[in-house]
């Protein structure tokens, strides 16, 4: 029979090196899977643990296990090498459940990080060894904090005494000559104020977000020659509010609108004057108020002060009307041109002029409008003399049997449309000829203050590709 012995103490004869992470190896419980006869076997090369060669007859300790069962206190029996396994036993002391004593540490001897510190065998001790997990406490680190200089004080503040992390108390007002970092929970001031530097030294406070390398805000004071104080305060507000910094392009900027030379953006929302003007540019100094469409690279309206050697103001105001009015700026071929200079060559005086203009599939689809005339005015009236369909591609594809009418929105000139038929096969055909009928009991002068244009009428279906010329002869009645 043979005998098992064991020791009782709280302190276990120190080991050379730790192992504080996860060593990759295979681990065998012994013959009786008890513990007893243990081994811990590496991949084949020398063993290095915490900068330290490990050779056989080093105690190791192995206090972080991924597997926490086979943590403990093991004897090296064979130094690793090139085709060598390097082999660990558990040691005589820690084979058996009746040596443990929660409560029980060993020194370290050896090791770049972990030499001079201690580990804690802690609660709660496994049922059976190499089975159950086992846990290991680092106690004592190397560079610990100790207590220097005068005697504590009660509720007094301890301060570094020196670069070797000793404490003392401030025995007058205390100065931290090193940074202080709460590595959770927070730090508040429940009565009095938080200060970051002082007069002549600067300092700033600062605010990390939730992912790192994401940026942080900074609160920080500059110099100013007036040498006044700056305070950023809430308004009496009803609700919980955030206001959010732009991104001005630049690499510094101010809250709210600056004077720097980049573009600043609302992102969402409106800038609204309630009281006062908005101004685009100063005297002196060019600026443009731009609106942009729905559709991106869809042009965009401009409104742009040119000079004049008059140096008066120009005003556009609307008039007193009655209902919501909409003006639309004609297209007049020309790159430039002042507002209604479509309507610059109307004749007046019942004088009649012509008007030939070509409609494609794709300006007439959906609702699409081709202006024929823009009224110059909310009195001005038109009435039609003639209206003929010219030769050109016609329109066709997409299963489209539309018409075709010229109409002011309320009257339809050619009552019915020009027919499908002629839409497809474009003719010269007049007013009343084949496919192009005459209004029947409406009148041929147009509604006051309405445009004139070409639009489909009747029919269900679309076209999708071609056009149709039309040259429609009318007179102004009213200016």
Same mark, same amino acid.
């Given at each position: ?43 084949? &090369? ?10 056989? %007859? =080093? ?21 690793? +090498? ?32 972990? @030499? ?13 060894? &190499?089975?159950?997990? *086992? ?15 005068? @005697? ?9 005494? =020196? ?16 940074? *202080? ?43 100013? +020659? ?14 919980? #509010?955030?206001?959010? *910094?732009? =991104? ?13 030379? %980049? ?22 100094? /060019?600026? #443009? ?71 494609? +599939? ?16 909310? #009195? ?5 003399? =003639? ?28 009552? /019915? ?10 003719? *010269? ?51």
């Amino acid at each position: 029979m043979s005998l098992q012995q064991y020791n009782q103490y709280p302190w276990l004869t120190p080991v050379r090196v730790v192992a504080t992470s996860n060593q990759t190896g295979t681990y065998n419980n012994g013959p009786s899977n008890n513990g007893v006869g243990a081994t811990f076997t590496y991949a084949t &090369g020398a063993l290095t643990i915490d900068s330290v060669v490990v050779v056989a %007859g =080093d105690r190791v300790l192995l206090a972080d296990q991924t597997n926490s069962n086979e943590n403990g206190i093991y004897i090296c029996t064979v130094t690793g +090498a090139t085709g060598v396994a390097a082999v660990l036993q558990r040691a005589a002391d820690q084979q058996c459940i009746e040596q443990l004593l929660k409560g029980q540490y060993v020194t370290i001897a050896a090791g770049s990080v972990n @030499a001079g510190g201690a580990f804690v065998m802690v609660e709660p001790l496994p049922a059976n060894l &190499g089975v159950d997990a *086992l846990s290991w406490l680092s106690q004592v680190a190397v560079g610990a904090v100790t207590f220097s200089g005068p @005697a504590s004080t009660a509720n007094n503040l301890a301060v570094f005494s =020196d670069t070797a992390g000793n404490l003392k108390a401030a025995s007058t007002a205390a100065t931290l000559a090193f940074g *202080l970092t709460l590595s959770t929970g927070n730090f508040a001031a429940s009565q009095g104020n938080v200060t970051a530097g002082s007069s002549g030294h600067a300092g700033q406070l600062a605010s990390f977000p939730g992912t790192a390398a994401n940026g942080s805000f900074i609160f920080k004071a500059i110099n100013n +020659a007036g040498g006044f104080n700056s305070t950023l305060s809430n308004a009496n507000i009803g609700q919980a #509010t955030v206001y959010t *910094l732009p =991104d001005s392009g630049q690499a510094t900027t101010n809250i709210l609108l600056s004077d720097n030379a %980049g573009t600043q953006h609302i992102l969402s929302g409106n800038l609204s004057v309630d009281v006062g003007n908005l101004l685009a540019g100063s005297s002196g100094h /060019a600026g #443009t108020l731009t609106s942009f469409p729905a559709t991106a690279a869809n042009g965009s309206l401009i409104l742009a002060a040119i000079n004049n050697t008059g140096g008066f103001n120009s005003t556009l105001s609307n008039s007193n009307i009655g209902q919501s009015t909409v003006y639309s700026l004609p297209e007049t071929g020309a790159a430039t041109s002042v507002l209604v200079s479509s309507q610059s060559n109307i004749p007046t005086n019942n004088v009649a002029f012509t008007i030939v203009k070509t409609a494609t +599939a794709a300006a007439l689809a959906t609702a699409g409008k081709v202006n024929l005339v823009v009224h110059p005015s909310a #009195t001005s009236q038109f009435a039609v003399l =003639d209206i003929k369909v010219l030769k050109s591609t016609g329109l066709s594809g997409g299963g489209g049997d539309r018409l075709l009418s010229v109409s002011d929105g309320t009257i339809v000139f050619n009552n /019915a449309g020009i027919t499908a038929a002629l839409l497809g096969t474009p003719i *010269l055909t007049v007013w009343g000829g084949s496919g192009n009928p005459l209004a029947v009991g409406a009148s041929e002068v147009s509604t006051a203050g309405a445009d004139i244009f070409l639009q489909y009428i009747g029919g269900a279906t679309d076209y999708t590709t071609g056009s149709v010329q039309v040259a429609v002869t009318m007179v102004q009645v009213t200016a």
